[in-house]
């Protein structure tokens, strides 16, 4: 039973192609975030939601765009695609009276 | 802002024990976690520690915090080639739904 999935663990594409990355949760927590890791394994939070509500917006440019359909859900798309976007992309979720996050295995962007 | 250092690098024979160590800037910290990172996989939450604490044990793992100083360590008793990874220092002011502040990790390498 997996507890933070993320789909697709691997994707290769091309400069300004838009593409998506699915994230789900069956843990029942309330809050869902995108975490960037890059090559030098640098983790940054990227977005946070709660309870399908945006919490968090670090200054990420506006071509990355989440979507959290219902709280167990929380997508991200990110438009015109370039190199520097290449990196894992993380998501986790936290129950609200613990703290602790759970994360998902990543998915690997790669930009050519 | 908040800014988390840890030094990048660790290199340890098996059988000694490992002392990764991070410094934090936010003095209002409350939590502080230790989270592993082993390749290609997600983060693990190792151990945390509240800001009342000054250390917490749980079996090879000895977490140590000076608030003072705002440092935290973990230690990690009689190191085995299974504990190679990259342990991230993690803080935040509390747990319901604000993101975690990373350092950059420390990359632990354990020869035999």
């Known amino acids: 039973d997996t507890a933070v999935s993320q789909t697709p663990k691997y994707l290769v594409t091309q400069m300004g192609n838009d593409k998506s990355i699915k994230c789900e949760q069956n843990?029942?927590?309330?809050?869902m975030y995108w975490y960037k890791q890059d090559s030098k394994k640098f983790l940054k939070i990227m977005f946070s939601y709660n309870n399908k509500e945006l919490i968090i917006n670090e200054t990420v440019p506006n071509r990355f765009s989440p979507k959290s359909p219902d709280k167990a859900h929380l997508n991200l798309h990110i438009n015109s695609l370039e190199l520097g976007d290449s990196a894992v992309y993380f998501c986790?979720?936290?129950?609200?009276?613990?703290?602790?996050?759970?994360f998902g295995e990543g998915s690997r962007l790669t930009v050519l | 802002g908040e800014d988390v250092e840890q030094s990048l690098f660790l290199s340890v024979r098996e059988g000694d024990s490992s002392v990764i160590n991070c410094t934090y800037t936010?003095?209002?910290?409350?939590?502080l976690y230790w989270y592993k990172q082993e390749p290609g996989a997600g983060l693990q939450l190792l151990t945390y520690?509240?800001?009342?604490?000054d250390m917490k044990q749980d079996q090879r793992l000895t977490v140590l915090l000076n608030k003072k100083d705002k440092h935290l360590s973990l230690r990690i008793a009689d190191t085995q080639t299974g504990d190679s990874a990259i342990y991230f220092c993690a803080e935040t002011e509390d747990q319901a739904g604000t993101a975690l502040i990373f350092g950059k990790g420390t990359t632990l390498s354990v020869s035999s």
């Open positions: 520690i509240f800001s009342n604490m």
């Open positions: 986790a979720s936290s129950h609200r009276n613990t703290g602790e996050l759970f």
């Open positions: 843990l029942g927590h309330d809050t």
């Open positions: 936010d003095s209002s910290s409350t939590y």
